[in-house]
């Protein structure tokens, strides 16, 4: 740990994503933190304990359309055999045992009765009027096992289904009912201090003084902290004033999991995070080769009440667009680390581009880009930091490598927003 009033490590080389990302993820640890919420709760948040299925699923053979069940033995004349119907079955009440030479109307769903081993569609069927249920004239020969869905064939009793840390979804939420799960148990929710700094910012619905700018990434990074299932405490605006700085710190490492911050960080006179982090903790990563988004601040914050225990720190860059790609890359994994989850960037996929771009950075490069009908790509014309239209614009970013140029139909990396930052 850094003494109280030590400077911060000067700026060294700088770092690449993957590098920076694999140093983030080998620091932190889940919370260790759990719940139980009840299952239609349960969307978003990140399972802390394999579910096991008690049930089969479908529990009995049923029938997977409406029709006819019955015995293809029975069917000696072929298409066109007419058999007496016996028993009609409907979902959720069970019929008796097929009597030999008859067949069941049997409805979506229904348990198919034993003895029966296909269901006939009733469009292939001809109803025929008579006493009782009348018969049905089969107009299809069906195999053995058509239209029957197999008990288990889903899920088997005593299998996962799903496996501690998936995040839960619709499709698992269902599953998880489908298995009878009444409630789950699932990671804790991370606590976030969330913070900006500078005193050029003013908080929309305010009047707009000469110089100031309206507090975007407040709002921005709240959001996305709580699309991550995040309980989050905004502290607000801290002054560009290194005191005010340190005070913020240590006010945010009470009771919370993880500190963010926006702006701050990068080299300027009034950029106080990083020496103010430096007294109250300790500074582990700064400056990434990126761009946008260079300027990135990972370490600790000291406890207040002096106890061995830290608080993590995450400082993001200023400018909008910095800061919701440095948290959809860094942030967002941090944070499913933290919850046990799967902590990784999207594998991305290859796409055409529709655009040129032929002067590369020398770092790796987060393009803001759009799909468009034609399956390529199109690119927002103004790239800057500070456009956060771009993103507003596009679904997803290019991933180019160091120095890569592009030109129309050449393939790059794709990765969607709506998986980064959903």
């Known amino acids: 740990m850094n003494a109280p009033d030590s400077k911060p490590p000067g700026r060294g080389p700088l770092i690449s994503a993957d590098d920076a990302l694999a140093r ?5 640890a889940p919370t260790g933190r759990t719940e139980t919420v009840p299952t239609p709760e349960g969307w978003g948040r990140v399972l802390a304990r394999d579910i096991v299925s008690s049930v089969h699923v479908p529990p009995k053979d049923n ?10 033995a029975d069917l000696a004349q072929g298409a066109g055999s007419v058999l007496p119907v016996s028993q009609r079955i409907v979902a959720g009440r069970p019929g008796q045992p097929l009597q030999p030479g008859t067949a069941a109307r049997i409805f979506t769903g229904a348990q198919v009765p034993a003895g029966a081993d296909a269901v006939v569609m009733q469009e292939h069927c001809e109803a025929i009027a008579g006493d009782g249920l009348g018969s049905v004239r089969v107009q299809e020969l069906p195999a053995p096992g058509t239209a029957i869905r197999r008990q288990g064939e889903d899920v088997r009793r005593g299998h996962a289904v799903l496996r501690a840390g998936h995040r839960m979804d619709a499709a698992a939420i269902g599953l998880a009912a489908t298995v009878g799960m009444a409630t789950l148990e699932v990671a804790a929710r991370p606590r976030v201090a969330l913070f900006s700094t500078g005193d050029e910012l003013v908080m929309p619905g305010e009047p707009l003084p000469p110089g100031a700018i309206y507090n975007s990434n407040r709002f921005m990074l709240g959001a996305l902290l709580r699309g991550q299932g995040c309980l989050v405490t905004d502290l607000g605006n801290v002054p560009d004033r290194l005191q005010a700085t340190r005070a ?9 999991d993880l500190i963010l911050s926006s702006g701050g960080v990068s080299v300027g006179e009034e950029d106080h995070l990083k020496p103010a982090l430096a007294a109250e903790g300790r500074l582990d990563l700064w400056s990434i080769a990126i761009k946008p988004g260079k300027p990135l601040a990972f370490g600790a914050v000291r406890h207040p009440a002096g106890a061995d225990a830290e608080t993590w720190f995450i ?3 200023g400018n909008p667009v910095s800061s919701h790609v440095t948290f959809t890359l860094f942030v967002r994994p941090v ?14 996929m290859p796409m055409r581009a529709d655009f040129v771009w032929p002067r590369p950075d020398k770092r790796r490069e987060f393009l803001r880009v759009r799909r468009n009908a034609g399956g390529g790509l199109d690119l927002y014309a103004n790239q800057g ?7 507003a614009w596009g679904d997803g970013l290019a991933d180019l490598a160091p120095g890569q140029a592009v030109q129309p ?6 990765l969607s927003l709506a998986e980064l930052a959903p």
């Open 335 to 348: 944070l499913a680390r933290l919850q046990g989850a799967e902590a990784a960037w999207p594998a991305g």
């Open 63 to 72: 029938s997977a359309m409406d029709g006819y069940a019955l015995r293809v």
């Open 409 to 414: 139909g050449d393939m790059v990396r794709f």
């Open 385 to 391: 930091s500070g456009v956060l239209t771009s993103l």
């Open 315 to 317: 400082g993001l860059p």
């Open 248 to 256: 913020m710190l240590r006010e945010a490492a009470a009771g919370h």
């Open 24 to 28: 983030l993820l080998a620091a932190v």
